[in-house]
């Protein structure tokens, strides 16, 4: 049996709601989600959804997530959203990246120095989701003390010409002049550099179809393979031209020299093109490794993730020992209680109905039934034995992430808005509300048996629709619109000569604007605000003789006249609600007080009655309500 998302309790007061609502035959089965243990990617300051991963960091040192990159938005901030909750709960200070040094300089840089200039180079030469993580992860280090701070640390190949040549241009100095056996290449550099800002980084976002990298009249590859060869005879003059900035270019040089040997490689159709790219990043582990303060974080495609050899996981059929089972299984040092790995599945990328997945493929669709859209939750595969003996020698937990993937290739090049997960909600759905207002003195023109019916509180049922504000400035902001009628209230008094029929109804009309305490949760809207609207009730009098002789006095023709009396109002209300979202499924309250700012005087024909009973609007209600909401 599944547990409620919502707990005993909880699940009582949903009970109760629709009991109260009218509803009967409710048979919705709670999926076995909390979703308040779920990360939200629109907030990244709210640490929320690691519980599962607690009992495991005890010991652990490298942590590594295994991503699909054709999810670059979601995977980008969830890059971010996990190096803050193990930087706080794990000691992670070095951030491992699938990038060559160069790029791994660029971002380091920028998070240490907060540099613009830097920031420019980076969102001319990276992808703009990549831009927009890197300055929110120096904004996460310029808050840390200087000993907590964070460092980024390259380990792949230098598999981008284009961004090895402008990081090695930036670190040629100018105020020295090199010798004459480099003079050639120095000056080679800085012309590529320039030239790639000139002709194929034209825009300072980097947006003018910076994908069309052949057919230019200079080739950085070409370029590098010239520079490579210079400094492996004149590796001393580099060293006394660079002085400080020359470990840094050496490691460049040295990722791109091996990204040459791998890209032929790759071009001769070769097998040890896999193999070749995952010896070389553990080495650069190996080399990292103990050479810095604090742990390690990498995020990195989900081939390279997996402790056991990479045969499923969608690496195709390839079989090759990953990064991660290369740690794993290393004779350098002990990693293998040290190393913690994750992989990702997306409810849209359907690897798992693959062959190979069958023993766990309806599993996982069951998993992905139950989470809404935007949602990532950590899964905790020590709690499930299909799940768990699947994966159990790959990776210690899985991401379930429900976000879709970029709109064009897995690597994005189109101009791009970035945009929070939050989606606009709208919710739509029925209302049941009682209004405590004073109708005694409408009371008193009735017997005292009819008087008790005016006592009772107003019963209203109407129909609501909410709508939630998407933008990141504002989205805290919801708008209600609401329609109620009154459900009739009739008495009915006779004597011999006859009898009186009135029958009290009415309508209210809201216009809300509500403040949402609690806008990154989808699972819980808590909100406070207020109203103006438009509020009337009619009574309505039917008078009938008994006598066929005798006519109603002030009557037109006949024994039967009929009466309608109106009382108007334009009220202002304040407001708290509260709605719990179940999936589709939305159930809430709310509770207020009404102001009448109208005259209280009834209305016949338009015109305001000095005499009879004064009624007002005035006072509190509360309601309940249920409905479906959705996103746009």
Not at 100 to 111: D, E, H, M, P, R
Not at 248 to 254: R, S, Y
Not at 333 to 338: L, P, Q, V
Not at 568 to 581: F, Y
Request: glycine residues 8%; charged residues 25%.
């Amino acid at each position: 049996m599944r547990k409620s998302v919502l707990g005993p309790a909880k699940s009582t007061l949903v009970t109760i709601l629709l009991t109260l609502l009218g509803v009967s035959g409710y048979s919705q089965t709670y999926p076995n989600i909390d979703y308040t243990d779920t990360i939200q990617l629109s907030n990244n300051a709210r640490l929320m959804g690691y519980s599962p991963i607690e009992s495991l960091l005890p010991g652990k040192e490298i942590f590594i997530v295994g991503e699909n990159h054709t999810f670059l938005e979601s995977n980008t901030k969830l890059w971010i959203q996990n190096i803050r909750y193990l930087h706080k709960h794990a000691g992670v200070r070095n951030i491992l990246m699938e990038h060559g040094q160069s790029n791994a300089w660029l971002v380091n840089t920028y998070i240490q120095t907060g540099d613009e200039e830097i920031y420019k180079v980076i969102k001319k030469y990276a992808f703009e989701e990549y831009a927009w993580v890197y300055k929110e992860l120096m904004k996460f280090n310029s808050s840390l003390k200087d000993d907590e701070k964070l460092q980024v640390i390259g380990l792949d190949l230098e598999r981008g010409s284009y961004g090895a040549v402008k990081v090695l241009s930036m670190l040629i100095p100018t105020n020295r002049q090199p010798h004459d056996s480099i003079d050639l290449h120095i000056e080679s550099i800085k012309g590529m550099a320039a030239y790639q800002d000139q002709e194929i980084f034209k825009g300072e976002t980097g947006d003018e179809e910076t994908n069309k990298y052949f057919g230019y009249t200079y080739s950085a590859t070409n370029t590098l393979k010239l520079v490579v060869d210079n400094f492996s005879r004149n590796e001393r003059h580099y060293k006394a031209l660079l002085q400080d900035s020359f470990e840094v270019f050496k490691g460049i040089i040295n990722g791109v020299k091996h990204a040459q040997y791998w890209n032929g490689l790759e071009t001769e159709k070769t097998v040890q093109d896999y193999v070749y790219r995952e010896e070389y990043m553990y080495r650069r582990f190996l080399e990292e490794y103990g050479q810095h303060e604090g742990n390690y974080y990498g995020q990195f495609g989900r081939c390279h993730a997996t402790k056991k050899r990479a045969d499923k996981n969608s690496c195709e059929w390839y079989v090759f020992k990953s990064l991660g089972n290369r740690l794993k299984e290393s004779a350098q040092a002990d990693f293998k209680s040290r190393i913690l790995t994750i992989g990702m599945l997306y409810e849209t990328d359907n690897d798992y109905e693959s062959e190979g997945w069958e023993a766990v493929d309806g599993k996982i669709e069951s998993v992905f039934e139950q989470l809404d859209a935007n949602r990532v939750l950590l899964y905790d595969l020590q709690k499930d034995t299909i799940l768990g003996n699947f994966f159990a020698e790959d990776f210690d937990l899985l991401f379930f992430n429900t976000n879709r993937p970029d709109e064009e290739h897995p690597y994005y090049n189109g101009s791009y808005e970035w945009s929070d997960d939050w989606e606009q909600r709208i919710k739509i759905g029925y209302t049941r509300a009682i209004y405590e207002i004073d109708l005694n003195s409408l009371g008193l023109i009735h017997n005292e048996v009819n008087r008790l019916k005016f006592d009772e509180p107003l019963t209203l049922n109407g129909l609501f629709l909410t709508t939630s504000n998407g933008d990141e400035d504002i989205k805290s902001i919801v708008s209600t619109t609401y329609l109620g009628f009154v459900a009739p209230i009739e008495s009915t008094e006779s004597d011999s000569l006859g009898s009186v029929v009135s029958r009290l109804g009415g309508a209210v009309y809201n216009s809300m604007v509500m403040f949402d305490v609690m806008p990154d949760s989808k699972v819980l809207d808590f909100m406070i605000g207020g109203a103006l609207g438009y509020s009337q009730l009619w009574l309505k009098v039917t008078e009938e003789n008994v006598d066929q002789h005798v006519p109603i006095s002030s009557g037109f023709v006949g024994e039967r006249r009929t009466t309608i009396y109106r009382n108007p109002a334009l009220t202002g209300t304040l407001a708290a609600g509260v709605d719990l979202n179940i999936s589709r499924l939305t159930i809430g309250a709310e509770v207020g007080a009404v102001y009448d700012m109208s005259k209280k005087n009834w209305r016949l024909d338009g015109e305001l009655l000095e005499t009879g009973p004064a009624t007002s609007f005035r006072g509190i209600y509360a309601n309940l309500r249920v409905g479906v909401n959705f996103g746009t």
